[in-house]
Nanobody
């Protein structure tokens, strides 16, 4: 069993950067692929970025391409998501997820464990 807790959300000005954290407990990162998804009101949960705990391979969605950095700190059992040059469309509830595989996936259904989410609001 994996328990995920996100933090770092809040109110951010458009154009600024935001770094979210997700602390995992229960298993080591090397067993999992980790990802961030986001969900805005009235919209489906959307993939943002993923990282393999085994290889360190990363992938960011087109919507944040060039503005996205996902990283792991194995010593702290923490996965980070940084989004630069925030836009109004980045406002959403951000969720951390883990899957029982070292391979990345962009599908929410592929992930086995989810955090409770952290809200990001972008002001213009």
């Amino acid at each position: 069993q994996v328990h995920l807790v996100e933090s770092g959300g809040g109110l951010v000005q458009a154009g600024e950067s935001l770094k979210l954290s997700c602390v995992a407990s229960g298993r080591t990162f090397s067993d999992y692929a980790m990802a961030w998804f986001r969900q805005a009101p009235g919209k489906e949960r959307a993939f943002v970025a993923a990282v393999s705990g085994t290889s360190g391979t990363t992938y960011c969605a087109d919507s944040v391409e060039g503005r996205c950095t996902i990283s792991l700190d194995n010593a702290k059992d923490t996965v980070y998501l940084q989004i630069d040059t925030l836009r109004s469309e980045d406002a959403a509830n951000y969720y951390c997820a883990a899957r029982n595989s070292r391979f990345l996936s962009t599908a929410a259904s592929a992930y086995d464990y989810w955090g409770q989410g952290t809200q990001v609001t972008v002001s213009s």
